[in-house]
């Protein structure tokens, strides 16, 4: 879970700046588009373009915008075909990574991917070789400023969750998959303010990083992040604290 969350509280710090605000609508413009083609239009019976959908809306991205996205998926509107496609990897140290991608070319993604970790130590894995490292878990992130660790733990409970942590200023409620809606809606129904929720891959082991692995490792999660074609990326990863802030901070 480390992994996870720590990078989690580092894409929310960054996303403050113009560049990569512009970077999370496109990709929340992308999930909406895939999320109505695949499951239609309707938020009350697609589960994935509501989730896609409250993502949009928490980013403050305007309604005409999710608008015409879900009617692009539907095909109301002319747009791009995107192919969904999971890559597996290696980081430094043999991390496990997946690298969930949405593109209109297949061959020129993974020839960018397979660059890029290259670059930062990395390696292009086989299809299976990680994945099964990788449990599909709901995730819901609260800023730990917002509310008592006792009472959110109380409540995500009472609602389903499996367990939560705390970890990089913010707690992280885990659920099942199939009870991921129940939980987010009871936090919210309290008023609590919800920082990130998806549905995660979530590492069930994690490989402790330190010195040039750890700061390798960090890079190329950042250099991923910010391909164009790259919705989302799992690690399992372990770095302390202190190292991520300040890599956080350059």
């Not at 999971?86 to 209109?104: F, K, R, W």
């Not at 709901?138 to 939560?164: K, N, P, R, T, Y």
């Not at 750890?214 to 999660?221: I, K, N, Q, T, V």
């Not at 372990?238 to 300040?246: G, R, S």
Request: charged letters at 25%; one cysteine or more.
């Amino acid at each position: 879970m480390s992994g996870h969350s720590k990078w989690s509280t580092i894409k929310r710090k960054k996303g403050k700046t113009d560049a990569a605000r512009g970077r999370m609508f496109t990709r929340l413009i992308k999930e909406i588009t895939i999320s109505a083609r695949n499951g239609g239009g309707d938020t009350d019976i697609n589960p994935r373009l509501r989730t896609a959908v409250q993502a949009a809306k928490a980013a403050n991205m305007p309604a005409d915008n999710i608008k015409k996205a879900i009617q692009r998926g539907t095909g109301e509107l002319p747009g791009v075909n995107y192919e969904e496609v999971q890559y597996e990897a290696y980081g430094p140290s043999g991390v496990a990574i997946l690298i969930n991608s949405l593109t209109d070319n297949r061959n020129r993604t993974v020839a960018e991917i397979r660059h890029l970790l290259g670059r930062h130590g990395g390696n292009m894995g086989e299809a299976g070789c990680v994945n099964w490292m990788f449990t599909k878990q709901g995730v819901i992130e609260i800023e730990s400023s917002a509310v008592a660790e006792d009472h959110l733990f109380e409540i995500a409970l009472e609602a389903g969750a499996s367990d939560m942590k705390s970890e990089g200023g913010a707690y992280a409620i885990i659920t099942p998959a199939p009870d991921f809606e129940t939980v987010r809606a009871a936090v919210a129904e309290k008023g609590i303010p919800i920082a990130d929720a998806e549905l995660a891959m979530v590492p069930q082991s994690s490989v402790s990083l330190e010195g040039k692995d750890a700061e390798a490792m960090l890079r190329l999660m950042d250099a991923l992040e910010e391909h164009e074609d790259v919705q989302n990326v799992y690690a399992n990863f372990d770095i302390d604290d202190a190292l991520i802030e300040q890599f956080n901070a350059e």
